[in-house]
């Protein structure tokens, strides 16, 4: 069983910035991919950074500049630093990461945690 813990989420004004963080335990052979993901109401969840084994990273046009996805291959965590928020980056912010077990790699999911920028 593989669980991904988010934490970090909350209430910020308009310019300031939000660290969230997410740790994967269980059963874990490996991790190669882990994201962050975000969906507002009435959205569809959209990509908003990935990461691969190798730190390469991946970004929403929307984000970049402002946020950064780093990642600790050792502590099995990943990590989004959000600064220069604005109220349209308020949403539920996912993570995940496909974790490698002994027979496959399969993509799991954090519970979510709540981002909400005032204006």
């Known amino acids: 069983q593989v669980q991904l813990v988010e934490s970090g989420g909350g209430l910020v004004q308009a310019g300031g910035s939000l660290r969230l963080s997410c740790a994967a335990s269980?059963?874990?052979?490996?991790?190669?991919?882990m994201g962050w993901y975000r969906q507002a109401p009435g959205n569809q969840r959209e990509l908003v950074a990935a990461i691969t084994t190798s730190s390469t990273t991946n970004y929403a046009d929307s984000v970049k500049g402002r946020f950064t996805i780093s990642r600790d291959n050792a502590k099995n965590t990943v990590n989004l630093q959000m600064n220069s928020l604005k109220p349209e980056d308020t949403a539920v912010y996912y993570c995940n990461a496909d974790v490698v077990s002994r027979y496959r790699t399969m993509r799991h999911w954090g519970q979510g945690t709540q981002v909400t920028v005032s204006s």
């Open positions: 269980g059963i874990i052979f490996g991790i190669d991919a």
